[in-house]
Nanobody
Framework: QVQLVESGGGLVQPGGSLRLSCAAS????????MGWYRQAPEKQRELVAT???????DYADSVKGRFTISRDNAKNTVYLQMNNLKPEDTAVYYC?????????????WGQGTQVTVSS
């Protein structure tokens, strides 16, 4: 079992920066692939960025060059550095942990943190 707690959201002006953190409890954090998703009002949840257990990263086209995902396995934490924020980045951001083990896929979600980009 993994519990995820996001933090770092808030209100920021366009062009500003925020860093989201996702702290994980439980064991074997380093074996999980981690991801950040977001959901804007009246829209479906969408993938923002992922990082594998080996450290490979991938990003949605809309955030490439502006967002950076990273992980610190010693701290059981994954980060999302968001720069040059735009109003369309406004959403609830969710942390996800996933792992395939013994033929089953284990999938966990945090409660979300609100990011609002507005002047």
């Amino acid at each position: 079992q993994v519990q995820l707690v996001e933090s770092g959201g808030g209100l920021v002006q366009p062009g500003g920066s925020l860093r989201l953190s996702c702290a994980a409890s439980g064991s074997a954090f380093s074996l999980y692939g981690m991801g950040w998703y977001r959901q804007a009002p009246e829209k479906q949840r969408e993938l923002v960025a992922t990082i594998t257990s080996g450290g490979s990263t991938d990003y949605a086209d809309s955030v490439k060059g502006r967002f950076t995902i990273s992980r610190d396995n010693a701290k059981n934490t994954v980060y999302l550095q968001m720069n040059n924020l735009k109003p369309e980045d406004t959403a609830v951001y969710y942390c996800n942990a996933g792992r395939l083990r013994l033929g089953r896929y284990f999938d966990y979600w945090g409660q979300g943190t609100q990011v609002t980009v507005s002047s």
